[in-house]
């Protein structure tokens, strides 16, 4: 390790005097940054941009919650208006907000710094991406404003061939459009792994994180491709009139959902493989111990991507498809219960006899083991054949993809991003809000989805505008809950937003990690490390002596 | 990294050969093969993928890994295939009273 290296370590713990130096941050003209190539901009260019449409899911996703505290329709117009609402909440969160949630903001800004790269591989590809996702986002928001669309985040045919009116060609192109965009950032993430590595930087040197987006980088250029034709073909059918999927004119309605689901369900692991590689971090950091069973959540995470895709079929167990077929797709979806386990097992394992802070990040970790262990065993409750034909498409699917994708997914981005903002911004976040807002969303998160998992078993359907009185105890009980989660989702947006209003004072590793990305200043020089790093240990080499100087937020806090 | 560079010839005797085998897919469609005639088509037309990757796309000239992606691309293209004709193949195993 250089020596640089060891004075920055040594500089850490107190306030240094800090003289202007080059950062990333510091051109500010608007062309550099709409035509910038560097990764950590374009991080922040994604990070922005999905951001807003968290915010348009967001307005949907209450909506519907105020729409349903009554069980007759009263606050929407009609049925089509409800329909319409749930398919932009829909939409907008998977295609715009989670697939490109962490991978495209926390994995651009960080992959490159920690392998100890200059850059992605192909910066203008990666700049390129960012325009893609633009062109869709941009299509998305016109279909907002001129009727949306009401076939649901799923465009099952023949509905959205034959009977929709709405814009379900336009909708198709902004789904294409965006997966292009996944397809670069995985492709780039997979040439940069294995070609940009820093020297002493082998593969069972990376950080876990690491691991998590190459697995995910895998699933998406293995999956997004049958999604963005799957769309088109939809787009060819209602057009053209080509017997795809419309039996009158010799289709198969089936065979959408087989191609369909065969990125759909993969998509479950776009969306929390990056989540499990923020958690991997932030646990060992946080409980001061080398991570447990490194390798075996290093292959777990190939063995996600590669499972994910074997499964599909236990989304068609009521539609029609093979009875055989979906006893093969029931035992191989309880496979995937081996790999998510070893992840939860050596997250716990890290902690145990740990000595644990419980830092914003944490508390954040510490959600998502919790929440997602309960997504995941509903998720085999589901994909147990003759229980599925009584909960299919009641709210108990409804909350338990809300466990895995919200209770997982978000808590980790949001975890993360607690985690990185004072290497991305340079600046460090009220700890005390922090905390609150993790507080804050665990228990409205868990007062929002577990209500739905009794409706659901109860019988309650999804995505119906009305529904008979009995379940409105416990739809208000969501509804009220999801206020609180609204609460915790703002409070980070305040506060970060609040926290740029300082310049740069945040240490280089406020978290005392051992990662490479908290060997250079936060925030970043434009070409990451004014040093070659090289890397000599294994990751997470902690002990809990090195908590002394461990201040966190300490004096360069905000109070 | 050796680069390699398709000469005009090279790329001549491809487009040539995928001429040809144009030709094949159109005179295929018109042979009352039966049921064989879509698992000709599908040979045909997989040969033309396979000639343009490794020759138009410059496959041959690469190195281990990008033959590797694209494989493991094809692998999952014929896994793809073959789990949905699992459930084509098995729907009328189950007779269904009065049906
Ligand atoms: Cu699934």
């Not at chain 1, 985690?419 to 922090?434: A, H, S």
């Amino acid at each position: 390790m250089s020596t640089t290296v060891l004075d920055q370590t040594a500089a850490a713990g107190h306030k240094p005097p800090k003289p202007h130096r080059e950062t990333y941050l510091d051109a500010w003209t608007v062309k550099s940054w709409l035509l910038t190539t560097d990764h950590k901009r374009i991080g922040i260019l994604y990070l922005i941009s999905i951001t807003v449409f968290f915010l348009i899911g967001g307005v949907a996703a209450t909506t519907m919650r105020l729409e349903l505290m009554t069980p007759k329709g009263d606050l929407l117009s009609s049925p089509d208006a409800y329909n319409r609402m749930f398919t932009l909440h829909g939409v907008a969160m998977i295609f715009f907000f989670l697939v490109p949630s962490i991978p495209a903001t926390l994995g651009n800004f960080l992959l490159p710094l920690m392998i100890g790269a200059r850059d992605l591989a192909f910066p203008i590809i990666n700049l390129m991406s960012w325009y893609m996702y633009m062109i869709g986002g941009s299509i998305a928001i016109a279909i907002i404003l001129f009727g949306g669309i009401d076939t649901g985040w799923t465009f099952y045919t023949p509905f959205s061939t034959m009977f929709s009116n709405t814009l379900v060609v336009p909708a198709a192109f902004a789904v294409f459009f965006a997966g292009f965009s996944s397809i670069f950032t995985g492709f780039n993430f997979i040439v940069t792994v294995h070609t940009m590595r820093a020297p002493g930087m082998t593969w069972f040197r990376l950080p876990l994180f690491i691991w998590a987006h190459y697995a995910t980088s895998l699933i998406m250029i293995l999956g997004t491709p049958v999604l963005a034709i799957a769309v088109m073909l939809i787009a060819v059918e209602r057009l053209l009139r080509v017997g795809i999927f419309d039996p009158a004119l010799g289709g198969d309605p089936i065979l959408f959902q087989h191609l369909f689901w065969f990125y759909s369900h993969p998509a479950v692991y776009i969306m929390v493989l990056p989540g499990m590689g923020v958690i991997s971090e932030i646990v060992p950091c946080f409980s001061r111990r080398p991570i447990f069973g490194y390798r075996f959540i290093a292959y777990s995470s190939i063995a996600l991507a590669i499972l994910g895709f074997i499964v599909w079929g236990h989304h068609l167990f009521v539609s029609g498809q093979s009875m055989y077929a979906g006893l093969v797709f029931s035992f191989l979806s309880f496979l995937v219960a081996v790999p998510s386990a070893i992840k939860v097992f050596n997250w716990t394992a890290t902690m145990h006899k740990g000595a644990i802070r419980f830092d914003t990040p944490m508390l954040y970790a510490i959600g998502f083991i919790g929440l997602f262990t309960v997504g995941g065993l509903t998720g085999i409750m589901l994909s147990t054949l003759a229980v599925d034909v009584h909960l299919h498409d009641t709210y108990f699917v409804v909350a338990h993809f809300h466990y895995v994708m919200v209770g997982g997914a978000v808590l980790a981005y949001l975890g993360g991003l607690h985690f990185w903002w004072p290497k991305i911004t340079g600046r460090m976040y009220p700890e005390m809000f922090g905390k609150l807002s993790a507080l804050a969303v665990f228990i409205g998160f868990n007062f929002t989805f577990f209500p739905q998992f009794i409706l659901g078993y109860l019988g309650m359907p999804r995505r119906y505008f009305e529904y008979a009185p009995e379940f409105q105890v416990l739809n208000v009980m969501s509804t009220a809950g999801a206020s609180v989660l609204a609460f915790g989702y703002g409070l980070p947006l305040i506060y970060f937003l609040w926290s740029l209003r300082k310049p740069p004072s945040a240490p280089a590793n406020p978290w005392q990690a051992t990662g490479l990305e908290w060997q250079t200043e936060s925030p970043p020089p434009t070409h990451n490390f004014e040093f070659t790093p090289k890397v000599e240990k294994a990751p997470y080499s902690y002990s809990p002596v090195a908590v002394e100087g461990f201040d966190g937020y300490g004096d360069h806090g905000s109070h | 990294m050796h680069h390699h560079v398709a000469t005009i010839k090279t790329n001549l005797i491809i487009f040539g050969l995928l001429m040809l085998l144009l030709v094949a897919t159109v005179g295929a469609a018109e042979l009352p093969l039966g049921p064989l005639n879509f698992p000709v088509a599908m040979l045909i037309a997989a040969t033309k993928t396979v000639l343009i990757i490794f020759y138009f796309m410059h496959l041959t000239g690469t190195d281990k890994l990008t033959k590797t992606i694209v494989g493991t691309m094809f692998l999952w293209l014929v896994l793809m295939i073959l789990m949905i004709m699992m459930d084509y193949l098995s729907r009328d195993w189950l007779q269904i009273l009065g049906k």
